[in-house]
């Protein structure tokens, strides 16, 4: 199976922007003729390999190497690099031409900048003397689809970039590329935005509009019809709880990279002693797609009813006799044989994980946390932990649920954890703390919490939630239902009308607006999934389209979230999700630790 996701099911035409990309990288290629070694910044090789296959770069006369601080082993005279406009991966490149020309090697070296061109990374290879040598470009690849109702932004850092080093260029990127899109499919008539990034997305968009503006006869009635747009800064909490989706656990235990997870081959049953495996996971898994977003503990029963239903099957087929149609419908049961087996041993694996009696324990403070009514339970064991010395990024991740829910922590608590935390893990990590306070993640408190009015208010603790069949998206986190999805929920219902309380608590400005022209689209109060407006399709027969985006990422959990509302009685739209990147409460945590040189 491809970890080339299938986009022959998305809502919108997300195959001809991948198609385009395909064709764009394929015209860089020809462009440089004969043989040539392609230099592909490690990153960007991952993002690749949602696009097309090696061999497909291999077809046009490329040898493949990733970009490192050593010297690249080639035979080619042209060499082109595929970078990402980044001041440290500049000198590299400037090292290496550098190296060559000490040693007399003469060749051809291509430079293309992945989205774009940046003055400053130009700078650098000004001042290491090689701009000169060096034919420059650009690939605008500023979005790659995740999956047929994903697309990500790849723009790993940007929550830490906006919020600790003030650089806000992920938000113009975020802009451009919506911006693009509505030159495809149409202009977007309403848009709402939470949190500060969201909202500066917000104006840049509206002033590209205004610039460059989408010529409506052009394109009709827009695909899109709204755009939520939502900072990370707003819902911290969630990517900080542990997911109990499928899918979420998977990222959680394992980690999904680019549509894919890799472990050892003996988990997956291959007999390959220390042989690592990759395995997709993205819609074209037909069981996959089932059962991705459901909780855990429901995956397992359903695969063993699975099981149980096919080998029920087999004894029916040795048994008895069977006619040619009953023995069809069970071979094509046993072309689902190779999904089974590979779900079994994925699921069998993370149960190994979810059995401990440490999982269950950190489960049960995040409970405590979220409900933020046992302040010294929740002290004394993150101080625990710490004197347990265990790993720092498991810390922090608590230590950022905990100081949110209670507004911070008191000036002595604050002091006291911090100096522990140093004399722990080392001084070093004062740059750490620093990233963390600075991001208002932990931070000494000013104020009364004023966590369990929002916890209230948007019903985000649900007490017996249903997991088998779940009637709210309190499921993916088996009780807690995601801050930011419930916003959305209400952002889509009736824009921010009526929840202006409670977006005061929250971090940072919101905004909405709205573009006339559409005489065709509905007012808020019809919009669709708003009581005025059950199952109201388009005339064409299509539901109107949500476009969701997080900027500084989204967990698996909330896109399952997501799905659930879409897929609910009475809502009738759908739903597609652009994110930064994909997190989870280690892989965000991690961008803020400061790494020692």
């Not at 005339?539 to 989204?554: C, N, P, Q, S, T």
């Not at 990147?581 to 790494?595: D, Q, R």
Request: charge should be negative; charged fraction near 25%; proline fraction near 4%.
């Amino acid at each position: 199976m491809s970890q080339i996701p299938n986009l022959e099911n998305a809502p919108i035409n997300l195959t001809a922007i991948r198609t385009r990309a395909q064709k764009e990288l394929e015209t860089i290629l020809k462009n440089v003729r004969g043989e040539k070694c392609l230099v592909i910044d490690p990153k960007l090789s991952g993002s690749l390999s949602l696009l097309l296959q090696s061999s497909e770069l291999k077809k046009h006369g490329a040898e493949l190497r990733h970009l490192t601080a050593e010297p690249i082993q080639t035979e080619r005279t042209k060499v082109v690099y595929l970078v990402r406009a980044q001041l440290d991966l500049m000198k590299f490149i400037s090292s290496h031409i550098q190296n060559d020309t000490s040693k007399g090697i003469q060749r051809e070296y291509y430079l293309y900048f992945v989205p774009r061109r940046v003055v400053a990374c130009e700078k650098i290879l000004e001042e290491e003397k090689v701009h000169e040598l060096l034919t420059i470009g650009e690939f605008p690849l500023y979005m790659i689809p995740l999956d047929e109702d994903v697309f990500s932004f790849e723009l790993d850092l940007s929550q830490k970039e906006y919020l600790v080093d003030g650089d806000a260029t992920s938000l113009w990127h975020i802009a451009k590329t919506i911006h693009n899109m509505e030159f495809s499919f149409g202009a977007i008539p309403n848009v709402r935005a939470k949190g500060k990034g969201a909202t500066r997305v917000a104006d840049i968009l509206n002033r590209m509009q205004a610039e460059e503006p989408v010529n409506t006869s052009d394109v009709g009635v827009p695909e899109i019809n709204t755009l939520i747009l939502l900072d990370r800064e707003v819902d911290m909490v969630t990517p900080m709880c542990t997911q109990l989706t499928y899918e979420g656990l998977l990222d959680e235990l394992l980690g999904i990279s680019n549509g894919a997870v890799e472990l050892d081959a003996s988990i997956m049953g291959a007999q390959q002693e220390g042989k690592k495996m990759k395995v997709p996971l993205n819609s074209s898994d037909k069981l996959f797609k089932e059962i991705r977003d459901m909780n855990f503990e429901v995956v397992v029963q359903v695969l063993r009813q699975k099981a149980t239903s096919m080998k029920q099957d087999y004894t029916d087929i040795s048994t008895t006799t069977q006619s040619v149609s009953e023995l069809k419908d069970f071979v094509k049961k046993l072309n689902s044989l190779p999904e089974m087996t590979r779900h079994i041993n994925l699921a069998q694996h993370l149960s190994t994980f979810t059995s401990k009696p440490s999982f269950l324990g950190k489960l049960d403070m995040e409970q405590t946390l979220v409900e933020a009514q046992s302040y010294d339970i929740c002290f004394d064991f993150i101080e625990e932990m710490i004197h347990k010395q265990e790993p720092l990024v498991n810390v922090l991740r608590l230590l950022i649920l905990f100081s949110i829910t209670n507004s911070g922590l008191p000036k002595k608590n604050f002091d006291y954890l911090r100096r522990e935390l140093l004399h722990s893990y080392g001084f070093e990590h004062i740059a750490t703390l620093n990233n963390l306070e600075k991001a208002g993640l932990v931070r000494k408190q000013d104020s009364k919490s004023n966590w369990l009015t929002i916890k209230r208010t948007l019903q985000l603790v649900v007490e017996d939630t249903d997991t088998t069949n779940p009637n709210d998206i309190s499921y993916v986190f088996s009780g807690y239902a995601p801050l930011s999805i419930r916003l959305v929920q209400h952002a889509i219902r009736s824009g921010w009308r009526g929840l202006e309380e409670i977006l005061r608590l929250l971090p940072g400005p919101h905004s909405e607006s709205k573009k006339g022209g559409f005489s065709s689209i509905p007012s808020y109060d019809t919009l669709p999934g708003s009581l005025n407006s059950l199952d109201k399709l388009a005339a064409d027969g299509r539901r109107d389209l949500v476009l969701v985006v997080f900027i500084g990422g989204v967990t698996f959990a909330e896109i399952s979230a997501l799905r659930f509302l879409s897929s609910q009685e009475g809502m009738a739209y759908d739903i597609i999700v652009g994110t930064t990147n994909i997190i989870n409460g280690h892989s965000l945590t991690e961008t803020f630790v400061e790494k020692s040189v």
